[in-house]
C-alpha cells in the first residue's frame, strides 16, 4: 500500500514509460513480498496451478535476468514494527466489517509476526532463489525500506515494489509495473521528476504520508485528502514542515508562519490594518467614477468613435483598476487564510500528532543487517541446476525436461557474459555449442539476435535413430499437462527446437551487445554475409526488365487500390496456361513441404525433441 489517499494517482502524471533494455546490465532491488502478495490474484485467476508463489517468482526472475538483462536483488521483510502490526490489524478489522471498538491494542515494543502460510511462502521462494543464484537480503523491517535504503546509497539503480512510502525513504527511481508484452514495459517513477513537477522534497512526502495515512498509522487526519495535504505543505519549505506539523499538533499555533505576511507586500502592511476605501464606480460601464459623469462624458478606459457616453459593462465584468485588484487579493487572502484555520485546526483535534517515531523510521538509513560504512555483501552465482530440478519437480511436479528447458535462456546468458570475459566453459549446459548467428528479431521494437546451438556430437549418442513412435506418442501424454498450457502467470522464453540431418539444434534470442562481446568474430561474419545478401537483392531487382520493375515497384513500393489488385492479378493468372497452373501449384506444394520437413522433425513429438535434447 504506503501512502494512503490514493497517492499513486498524484504521482502518475510524472511517470515515465522506459523501453525494453531500461534494465539492461543495471541492478535492481526487488520487493520480493510485493511479488508473492501477488500469488493470491493468481490463484483467482488460475485456481489449478500448483503453488503459484513458486511459479511466478520462478518465470519472473528468469526472464528479467535473461529477457531484459537486469542484475536483481531480492529483498524480503524482517519483523514488523508494533506500529505496522496494529495496522494490519486494523486492516483486516475493515475488511472483514468487524467493530473496531473491539480493535486489540498491542502492548509497547512487542513485535507481532506475519502468519504462517505467508511466511511459509517466503521461506520457500527464497530457497528458490538462491539455488537460481540470486543475492536474497532480510530488512530490519519493511522490504521498500532496504530496497530505498539501497538505491539512495548507489548499490542499485532502481526498486521494483509498489508500495509508494519507498520514496519516503529515500528511493530516487521506483519501478512500479512491469508489461512484458509492450514496447515500453517499465512504467518508472523519478524522484527527480516528482520534484520537478509538484515542488515536493522528501519531507513534504513524509508530512503528506502523515496527514493522510500510511502502513504504520491507517488513520491520518481526518478531513484531510490528498489534494489538501498537497496544497498545505507546499506553504512550507522543507526545513520547516515537519517542525511546523509538531507545533501545530501540540497547539502551539493555529495561523502558520507565513500568514502574518511582510512588510513588503502590499496586502500584509500599513494599508492592511486600515485599507483605503474603495472609490465609487459607475453602475453603467463599471469603471471608476460616477454615473453621472460618463453619462455626459466618455471615461479614459472608454473609448467610444461616435456620441458621448460610455458604454454598457458586459456579462460578469471585472473592472481592472489597483484599487479592484487590491481588493480581489485581500479577499483570496483571507480566505487561504481561513481556509489553513480550519487545516490546522484539523490537526490539533488528532491525538500525539504526528507520530515522531513514524518520522524516525522514514528518515532513518539503517534498515539492513550490515555495516552502513562497506554496504551489503552482494553477489550472482551461477544456478545449481540439478538442485533446481530436483526442487521444482519436488513442489512443481514439473518434469525435469521442461525445467531444464525454461531454464536455458537464463544459462545462455550466463554462458555469453563469461564467454565475453574468457571465463566460459567450452560448452552451454555442458551439451550445445555456439553454430551461428541466424538471423535478427525485432521484438517490441527491440533487435535481438537469434543465436544457432548445436548439441555437440558426443552428447547425442545417437538415441535419435532409435525412438519409436509409440515411445513418442507416450512421452508426450506425460507432460501434457505441464507443456501445453498458455503460462497465465507470467511469459517465458520458449527456445526452438530444429533437427537437421539428425543433427540438433536450438534457437534463443539474444542481446546483439552480448553476442557481439561474446563472439565478435562470427558477429562481423553474419553483418558481412547479410550485407551482401542484400546488395545482390538489390541487383536483381535493378536488373530485372522495365515492364517487370514497374509492377514489381507498383505492388511492393504502392498501395493498391482493391480494383487495381483483383484486376491485375487476375490478368497473370489469365495470361498462363491451364497446364502450367497445375504444374506451378503442384511444385508449390512440394516445396512449402519440403521446407516445413526441413525446419522441423515431423517423427517426433514436440515433448519427445525436448527431452532429447534437455533430459541428462
Known amino acids: 500500500m504506503g501512502v494512503g489517499g490514493h497517492f499513486w494517482d498524484l504521482l502518475k502524471p510524472h511517470a515515465r514509460r522506459e523501453g525494453f533494455d531500461y534494465l539492461r546490465n543495471k541492478r535492481v532491488a526487488v520487493d520480493l513480498s510485493f511479488w508473492i502478495v501477488q500469488h493470491e490474484t493468481a490463484i483467482r485467476k488460475r485456481s489449478f496451478a500448483r503453488n503459484p508463489h513458486l511459479r511466478l517468482t520462478f518465470f519472473r526472475t528468469v526472464n528479467l535476468f535473461s529477457k531484459f538483462g537486469a542484475f536483481p536483488t531480492f529483498v524480503v521483510d524482517g519483523t514488523p514494527s508494533p506500529l505496522k502490526s496494529q495496522a494490519r490489524i486494523q486492516r483486516f478489522f475493515q475488511a472483514s466489517g468487524l467493530d473496531l471498538s473491539s480493535l486489540p491494542v498491542p502492548e509497547d515494543g512487542v513485535l507481532v509476526e506475519r502468519n504462517g502460510a505467508f511466511r511459509k511462502c517466503v521461506k520457500e521462494c527464497v530457497e528458490l ?23 539512495y546509497e548507489g548499490h542499485v539503480d532502481a526498486c521494483i515494489t509498489a508500495d509508494s512510502d519507498a520514496f519516503l525513504f529515500g528511493a530516487s527511481c521506483v519501478i512500479k509495473c512491469i508489461h512484458p508484452n509492450s514496447r515500453e514495459p517499465f512504467e518508472c517513477y523519478h524522484f527527480s521528476d516528482i520534484e520537478d513537477g509538484l515542488g515536493l522534497r522528501r ?12 502502513d504504520h498509522d491507517l488513520r491520518g487526519v481526518q478531513g484531510i485528502g490528498v489534494d489538501t495535504a498537497l496544497r498545505f505543505v507546499k506553504t512550507f519549505s522543507e526545513e520547516e514542515i515537519l517542525n511546523s506539523l509538531k507545533e501545530i499538533g501540540n497547539g502551539e499555533k493555529l495561523l502558520c508562519e507565513g500568514d502574518a505576511g511582510s512588510a513588503d507586500d502590499p496586502l500584509h502592511g500599513s494599508d492592511s490594518i486600515s ?11 463599471g469603471h471608476p467614477g460616477s454615473k453621472r459623469d460618463h453619462f455626459k462624458f466618455s471615461c479614459a478606459d472608454c473609448i467610444t468613435g461616435d456620441g458621448p457616453g460610455c458604454l454598457k459593462k458586459p456579462y460578469k465584468f471585472k473592472c481592472d483598476c489597483s484599487s479592484c485588484n487590491m481588493d480581489r487579493k485581500r479577499k483570496e487572502q483571507k480566505k487561504h487564510e481561513s481556509w489553513r484555520i480550519k487545516v490546522c485546526e484539523r490537526i490539533t483535534l488528532e491525538p500525539k500528532f504526528p507520530n515522531d517515531e513514524i518520522i524516525k523510521m522514514y528518515l532513518s538509513n539503517n534498515h539492513g543487517y550490515f555495516d552502513g560504512s562497506s554496504g551489503p555483501h552482494i553477489s550472482w552465482d551461477r544456478p545449481r541446476s540439478e538442485m533446481l530440478v530436483d526442487f521444482l519437480a519436488f513442489h512443481q511436479r514439473w518434469d525435469p525436461s521442461f525445467i531444464r528447458q525454461k531454464l536455458l535462456p537464463m544459462m545462455s546468458t550466463i554462458y555469453l557474459r563469461d564467454m565475453a570475459t574468457n571465463t566460459a566453459d567450452e560448452l552451454l549446459c555442458d551439451q550445445y555449442e555456439f553454430d ?9 521494437g527491440y533487435q535481438l539476435f537469434v543465436v544457432k546451438w548445436k548439441k555437440a556430437a558426443h552428447t547425442t549418442g545417437g538415441a535419435v535413430c532409435e525412438i519409436s513412435d509409440d515411445l513418442a506418442g507416450s512421452r508426450q501424454h506425460e507432460v501434457i499437462d505441464v507443456d501445453d498450457q498458455d ?18 539444434f536450438l534457437l534463443t534470442d539474444e542481446d546483439i551487445e552480448l553476442v557481439t562481446a561474446a563472439f565478435p568474430e562470427e558477429v562481423d561474419r553474419f553483418l558481412k554475409e547479410k550485407e551482401l545478401k542484400e546488395s545482390k537483392r538489390g541487383k536483381s531487382v535493378s536488373s530485372t526488365p522495365e515492364g ?41 506444394r512440394d516445396a512449402s513441404s519440403k521446407k516445413r520437413s526441413a525446419g522441423s522433425s515431423s517423427k517426433f513429438s514436440k515433448s519427445v525433441r525436448r527431452r532429447l535434447l534437455f533430459d541428462s
Not at 485599507?275 to 460601464?285: A, D, E, L, M, Y
Request: hydrophobic share 35%; proline share 5%.
Open 129 to 151: 532463489l538462491e539455488l537460481l543464484g540470486m543475492p536474497v537480503l532480510e530488512a530490519r523491517g519493511e522490504a521498500e525500506a532496504l530496497c530505498a535504503q539501497l538505491n
Open 203 to 214: 519531507n513534504h512526502l513524509i508530512a503528506i504520508a502523515l496527514l493522510v495515512g500510511n
Open 275 to 285: 485599507p483605503k476605501p474603495r472609490p465609487s464606480h459607475c453602475s453603467f460601464c
Open 436 to 444: 551461428s548467428v541466424h538471423r535478427v528479431k525485432t521484438r517490441y
Open 487 to 504: 503460462d497465465i502467470l507470467e511469459e517465458s522464453e520458449v527456445p526452438q527446437i530444429q533437427a537437421v540431418d539428425g543433427t540438433w
Open 548 to 588: 517487370t520493375e514497374s509492377e514489381l515497384t507498383k505492388s511492393k513500393g504502392v498501395q493498391l487500390s482493391i480494383t487495381e489488385f483483383y484486376r491485375s492479378t487476375k490478368v497473370l493468372y489469365q495470361a498462363k496456361p491451364a497446364d502450367d497452373i497445375v504444374n506451378d501449384s503442384k511444385s508449390f
